[in-house]
Structure formats: C-alpha cells, structure tokens
C-alpha cells in the first residue's frame, strides 16, 4: 500500500536541517539589527521644545545625547551623558571626548558613513538658556563642531 509518513518502521527519525538554518538567519538577522542601530538615551521626563517645522535628523553619522533636565522646584539644571548625572557640564567634557573618538573610529570603519561626529542636546523645554549654552561649550571644547538640537513636531 502506497501512503505518506507514520508507517511502523523502526530507526532514527530524520533530521531537518533546512527549518534549523532558518530560524538560525533570522537569529543572526535580529542580533545584527539590535547591535548594528543605536540606541539613545533618551530622558523620559523631559518635555522637548515644540519646532513645527523641524527636520528630520541624518541617521548617517555617530552621535553622542546629552539630555539637560530641569527641576523647577530647585532651580537647578542636570546633565545626562550615557546614564550618569553631572552637576555640571565641564565633568563630562571627557567622557564627550572619549564618546567621538570611538565615533570618529567607528564611522571611519563603515563606508558611506558621515564622518563628522554630532552631539545632540536635549533640553528641557523650561531650562534656561544658560544650561543648554553651557552643554553646548562642553561639547566645543570636547571638538565637536557639529551640534543639533532635539525637538518635537507638536505636544
């Protein structure tokens, strides 16, 4: 009698190999995806400025995020570069430093690839200007030429 599988015969089932590569590729796909894209750290209590007519940003290039909150209730402005508070602005001119040196590497590795570091300030809608000028000068005398402001299209 002709038929399909699930006959009594004794042995080792077959191994598959075609469905084990697939789902392996698509493993290898998202690990490349996760390491590959840059995550920012981004401040969730902080309310962005609203820039109606705002451009989209160049993903093109490495990036370094420094988020500026505001407490109102001390008047006091705190700086946040890769998940460490600074009281002030010059202490993290260093690790701003370091944080464009790998960028500069990494980008110079990737053809294609803007060159040119970028650090991208995101400020509290109520800090004052001060603070923000202060983040901007950080990055100044860390050599960063290229500074973007963060923004939202509306509320």
Do not use: C
């Amino acid at each position: 009698m002709a038929g399909g599988g699930g006959g009594l015969e004794k042995g080792e089932p077959d191994f598959q190999i075609a469905p084990m590569v697939d789902v392996l590729l698509v493993i290898l796909i998202f690990f490349m995806v996760i390491t590959s894209a840059q995550v920012l750290n981004i401040d969730k209590t902080i309310k962005l400025p609203i820039a109606p007519e705002a451009a989209k940003k160049d993903d093109s290039r490495a990036e370094a995020v420094v988020n500026v909150r505001w407490d109102a209730a001390s008047s006091t402005a705190t700086f946040n570069f890769q998940d460490h508070l600074y009281a002030k602005s010059s202490e993290f001119i260093e690790p701003l430093k370091a944080a464009k040196a790998l960028g500069e590497q990494t980008a110079a590795a990737k053809p294609g690839q803007n060159p040119e570091f970028r650090l991208v300030i995101r400020a509290d809608r109520d800090v004052p200007a001060l603070f923000v000028s202060q983040a901007m000068n950080a990055g100044a005398e860390a050599g960063i030429s290229d500074i973007s402001f963060s923004s939202v299209n509306r509320d």
